[in-house]
């Protein structure tokens, strides 16, 4: 029978005023024990797995580097292999420009149309790009030529670049020739706008006016 509270035992038994007194007190004392408890917080338990850490960026050479590398170079791939076909450079510093307030796409659709009109054979059209290129034509024989060029001074080439500027698209339309002929040198860096008094600007300003007539006014040439 050890290890019973008698006084307690017998005034539950026997005066339940006095059981009610104890317990009351019993539970004054656990209350404020509790409060002194409170007071100071508890420890925070040892986490049983690995403490969190903020994730780094792999170390270069690692596995995830080289896979992050793989990731990169195929998603520039796939960009590539759905578009770029207009090239790195841009239109020539001395190109005419015009501001059309038409979107880009339909520009280069419409300027297709009408260098085909004029018998232009076409290299490069890219509307989403806004990108057009004709093949070289020769002005004396009103045909498409290739190489081997002769009579320079009579072969030309169409480009015309639109991009948005400010609301609007703006064009510029280049005629170019070739002030030489040498298939080591990039065919760009021996191109040339074409005189203002060259037959070449005359075609150049009658494929624009499918796009602006009111800003272009070229001379009699039909297809």
């Known amino acids: 029978m050890l290890g019973y509270d008698w006084v307690r035992l017998h005034a539950a038994l026997n005066d339940l005023p ?40 792999p170390a270069p050479g690692s596995v995830p580097a080289r896979r992050a590398a793989i990731c990169t170079l195929l998603v520039a791939f796939a960009a590539c292999a759905t578009g ?4 790195r450079y841009g239109a020539r510093p001395d190109a005419r420009a015009l501001d059309v307030p038409d979107s880009a796409d339909r520009i280069v659709t419409v300027l297709e149309t009408r260098a085909r009109a004029f018998g232009l054979g076409i290299v490069r059209s890219v509307p989403r790009e806004g990108y057009l290129e004709t093949a070289w034509y020769d002005l004396g024989a009103r045909a498409p030529t290739g190489p081997p060029f002769e009579n320079l001074d009579r072969i030309v080439k169409l480009r015309f670049f639109a991009d948005p500027w400010q609301g609007k698209t703006r064009v510029l339309a ?9 298939p080591s040198t990039p065919e760009r860096d021996l191109e040339r706008m074409v005189p203002a008094d060259h037959p070449g600007r005359a075609l150049l300003d009658s494929v624009l ?12 040439l039909r297809p």
């Open 84 to 87: 770029g076909l207009r090239p």
């Open 18 to 57: 006095t059981a009610l007194l104890l317990a009351a007190e019993e539970g004054i004392t656990t209350t404020r024990s509790r409060a002194a408890w409170r007071r100071f917080p508890r420890r925070p338990r040892a986490c049983a797995s690995r403490p969190w850490r903020a994730p780094t960026a």
């Open 174 to 182: 280049e005629c170019v020739w070739r002030i030489a002929w040498d």
């Open 209 to 220: 006016v499918a796009i602006k007539p009111d800003s272009v006014r070229p001379p009699p």
